[in-house]
């Protein structure tokens, strides 16, 4: 209907314009200071706005802690383990033989042995002898079944809830020992569907049948191999088998496995493994600490080995050397008798071994280091400067053997040569029973300080707090969504737009009103329905009584004491602006009549329980008087004309000189006659209407219409001749103003009190 009101909101209030375009300041209401207004309006608005969508902002916040409670019940608890592992300086075994350090090259950084516990050399051979790369689990309903099957702990396996038989549900087993597949099967699904006393069939991807065997039996066929060792479950459910591929076995665990050094430059490691089933990864866990620590003295012992067989094909060479050099000096002295070296030899002999020595030492360092780094490391670059400052001072003693005799210089040369070789071969010998005990006695560089150890409690948020962040993502959500309905939402809430873009005044706020619906909701039962007279203490009456002030001074300068009210498109409230702004003007003594010139869905008679019959169609057309088609009501000095019978034509019966004639008759009988006039944009009535009018109101509802929509009905009126006096802006949400503290100087409630 009409005159039906929204629950849109504010609260009443009165704006007129004085003689002269100035306007009315509302008795009751106070203008606050621009400062005021500035601070308070921003706040207030925003605590309207909250109070308006506080039911949306409810919901969503519900709506989202029930997302949260659902994920903490399916969510399935991780658990973590962690341990300690402790990287020390190389050690050669028994005695910690310091002296082959250069041999057995730089010490291992923390940061290497980083890389080495995530390589797949260490996470291969743990995935390969915890069979991690087959996957055996039940198969669950979605979302809700693994929830279900934790929860459950009775024996046996649990009765399928909904008559989903095929899912498990609690209690169900499955150990596969053995599975291998063909390569193109590999990181794929299969389903494994239990029988009767462990029997099982296997069907691969395509839903076609594999393999069928049963438990403790290994069966084999199309390529497929699998040892199920035990089977626990209720005869038709399912399981789901997979054999990943090295790669991705590799990056499943991964996944759940970090590792990191514990502060910096301490060469402590920590590594930690998350999982849902706790004795699980504590093994796993314990796994990859002890199968890191025994490649590791693998290693340690591989180089000790390897520098060994260096060494072991050097001394048969030097050994031939030594025989060679003894014979050759032997052989000497036999042919020149007995040569004995003098005290100054014997010195210079001396002083030749020990660089000759020094010389050899370093070259098979130098040989060593080769094998593992580029002439240009540092450490090979300081053995080449050694070298040549050794070439220097072999050759300052070379230039005090050139002044010996030849018999001494030969006997000197010959005897350097036995000294040089026999020192050498002995030192390489003991070295090479050094490398032999290192590598008997090899523990390696790591050591395991804290075995695997997990957490009595899940790792992650807890519930609380999961519905804690739920909750608070539920309010930001739902602010969200009031941002995006508002940016979306162009409709007018605020009086003050259309003064401000239209530059007409807003002569009142109606405030909605909870009577007046419960009115139209009785006014079959009742035959009348006007709020004015049945809740005459309703806010929404008490803002036509400030209209009915403003109206006085609207219409001084009209040349005719007639009012028109429409509105832009139906439903905005016109009808039931003008049958109570009647009423009140009634009351205070004045003679009224209010016209329904809406010939096509006019309904004003209703509210006053009179009938359609006899009205403006019937005068226009010479059927009826004046005094025939005025109607007396139950409100007294009230009158009512009625649209009469709806005519085929409204427009061409509106633009009739009798309508004129009628309106001026009722001017000069009445002291104001109000018109209830069609939509604007909807029909052309409203602006033949308004040239025979003193002064014409446009109702707008809130959140009803885009201020376009008004505009566009002012401009219509205007090219018909028609002015528009002002506006009267209606249903406004009362309780929303409440919050809206520091709005500007519309807002006003005064209510009477016995």
Same mark, same amino acid.
């Given at each position: ?17 004085? !003689? ?42 519900? %709506?989202?802690?029930?997302?949260? $409670? ?65 996957? /055996? ?31 498990a549900w609690g209690g169900e087993r499955i150990q596969v020992d053995s599975l291998q597949v063909p390569e193109v099967a590999l990181d794929t699904d299969l389903i494994l569907i239990a029988g009767e006393n462990g029997a099982f069939e296997l069907f691969d991807g395509d839903d076609q049948s594999v393999l069928k065997g049963k438990a403790g039996e290994r069966v084999s066929g199309r390529g497929y191999s699998l040892f199920v ?12 088998l997979s054999k990943l591929s090295a790669e991705m076995a590799v990056d499943e665990l991964r996944k759940n496995y970090s590792v990191k050094e514990r502060g910096k430059k301490t060469s402590i490691i920590e590594v930690s493994l998350l999982g849902p089933v706790p004795a699980e990864i504590a093994v796993v866990l314990d796994d990859i600490m002890n199968t890191y620590v025994r490649q590791n003295v693998e290693r340690r012992s ?5 520098? $060994?067989?260096?060494?072991?094909t050097q001394l048969p060479v030097l050994k031939t050397q030594v025989d060679s050099a003894e014979a050759a000096y032997n052989n000497y002295r036999q042919s020149r008798g007995s040569l004995d070296l003098s005290l100054e030899t014997q010195g210079v002999l001396k002083s030749l071994v020990e660089v000759e020595n020094a010389v050899v030492l370093l070259k098979q360092e130098r040989d060593e280091l080769r094998q593992n780094f ?7 670059? /300081? ?21 010996? &005799? ?5 006997? @000197? ?7 040089? =070789? ?15 005990? =290192? ?37 930001? $959500? ?16 605020? !009086? ?11 002569? /009142? ?65 016109? =009808? ?18 209010? #016209? ?13 329980? @009179? ?16 005094? /025939?088609? @005025?109607?007396?009501? %139950? ?6 004309? =009625? ?9 061409? @019966? ?18 104001? #006659?109000?018109?209830?006039?069609? &939509? ?12 025979? #009018? ?27 001749? #028609? ?32």
């Amino acid at each position: 209907m009409d005159n039906n009101q929204s629950n849109s909101s504010f609260s009443a209030s009165g704006v007129a314009n004085r !003689p002269g375009g100035q306007q009315m300041q509302p008795l009751s209401a106070q203008r606050e200071s621009p400062e005021d207004e500035e601070e308070g309006l921003a706040l207030g608005e925003i605590v309207a706005v909250l109070m308006d969508y506080r039911w949306l902002i409810a919901a969503v916040s519900l %709506f989202a802690l029930l997302l949260g $409670l659902a994920w903490v019940f399916i969510a399935t608890p991780v658990y973590r383990a962690d341990g300690l592992l402790q990287v020390e300086e190389k050690s050669s075994g028994i005695g910690a033989l310091k002296d082959l350090a250069p041999l057995l090259g730089d010490e291992t950084t923390a940061s290497a042995e980083l890389e080495i516990l995530s390589s797949r050399m260490i996470l291969g051979r743990v995935i390969e002898k915890l069979k991690l790369d087959i996957v /055996a689990v039940p198969r669950t309903l979605p979302l809700i079944g693994r929830a279900v099957a934790r929860r459950y702990d009775g024996e046996g396996p649990n009765s399928p809830l909904l008559g989903l038989s095929s899912f498990a549900w609690g209690g169900e087993r499955i150990q596969v020992d053995s599975l291998q597949v063909p390569e193109v099967a590999l990181d794929t699904d299969l389903i494994l569907i239990a029988g009767e006393n462990g029997a099982f069939e296997l069907f691969d991807g395509d839903d076609q049948s594999v393999l069928k065997g049963k438990a403790g039996e290994r069966v084999s066929g199309r390529g497929y191999s699998l040892f199920v060792a035990q089977i626990v479950a209720r005869p038709g459910t399912q399981f789901r088998l997979s054999k990943l591929s090295a790669e991705m076995a590799v990056d499943e665990l991964r996944k759940n496995y970090s590792v990191k050094e514990r502060g910096k430059k301490t060469s402590i490691i920590e590594v930690s493994l998350l999982g849902p089933v706790p004795a699980e990864i504590a093994v796993v866990l314990d796994d990859i600490m002890n199968t890191y620590v025994r490649q590791n003295v693998e290693r340690r012992s591989a180089e000790a080995e390897k520098t $060994l067989k260096f060494l072991e094909t050097q001394l048969p060479v030097l050994k031939t050397q030594v025989d060679s050099a003894e014979a050759a000096y032997n052989n000497y002295r036999q042919s020149r008798g007995s040569l004995d070296l003098s005290l100054e030899t014997q010195g210079v002999l001396k002083s030749l071994v020990e660089v000759e020595n020094a010389v050899v030492l370093l070259k098979q360092e130098r040989d060593e280091l080769r094998q593992n780094f580029t002439a240009e490391h540092p450490r090979i670059q /300081a053995v080449d400067n050694k070298l040549k400052r050794l070439a220097e001072r072999r050759k300052e003693f070379e230039a005090d053997v050139s002044a010996l &005799p030849d018999t001494q210089q030969t006997v @000197l040369r010959l005897a350097r040569d036995v000294e040089v =070789s026999n020192r050498l071969y002995t030192e390489l010998l003991n070295t090479a029973q050094q490398l032999r005990v =290192s590598k008997a006695g090899t523990v390696g560089d790591v050591r395991v300080i804290d075995s695997a150890a997990v957490a009595r409690e899940p790792v992650g948020a807890k519930p609380v707090v999961i519905l804690s962040i739920a909750l608070l993502l539920g309010l930001l $959500l739902s602010m969200v969504v009031i941002w995006l309905l508002r940016s979306l939402r162009i409709v007018v809430e605020d !009086p003050e737009i259309i003064e401000s873009q239209l530059g007409l005044p807003v002569y /009142a706020t109606i405030p909605h009103s909870k009577d007046e619906l419960e009115l139209q909701r009785t006014v079959r039962s009742t035959g009348r329905a006007l709020l004015a007279v049945d809740f005459p203490e309703d806010d929404a009456v008490e803002s036509l009584r400030g209209l009915r002030t403003t109206l006085h001074f609207a219409l001084l300068d009209a040349q005719r004491n007639s009012l028109l009210i429409t509105g832009s498109s139906p439903g905005l409230g016109k =009808s039931f602006v003008a049958e109570n702004l009647c009423v009140v003007l009634a009351q205070v003594g004045k003679r009224m009549v209010v #016209v329904d010139a809406d010939l096509r869905r006019g309904h004003l008679h209703k509210a006053f329980g @009179l009938e359609r019959a006899v009205g403006v169609s019937e005068y226009v057309a010479g059927q009826a008087s004046l005094e /025939a088609i @005025l109607k007396t009501t %139950f409100v007294p000095n009230l009158y009512v004309v =009625s649209t009469g019978q709806i005519p085929p034509n409204p427009s061409e @019966l509106l633009m009739h000189k009798a309508f004129g004639q009628l309106l001026a008759e009722l001017g000069a009988s009445f002291d104001t #006659v109000i018109v209830d006039a069609p &939509p604007v944009l909807a029909v052309s009535d409203a602006a033949i209407i308004g040239r025979h #009018v003193g002064a014409t109101l446009m109702v707008a509802r809130s959140g009803k219409h885009p201020i376009r929509e008004l505009e566009q009905a002012v401009k219509r009126l205007h090219q018909a001749g #028609v002015e528009v006096k002002g506006f009267v802006f209606n249903d406004l949400n009362v309780n929303r103003q409440r919050y809206r503290y520091g709005y500007k100087g519309y807002v006003y409630r005064y209510s009477y009190k016995g």
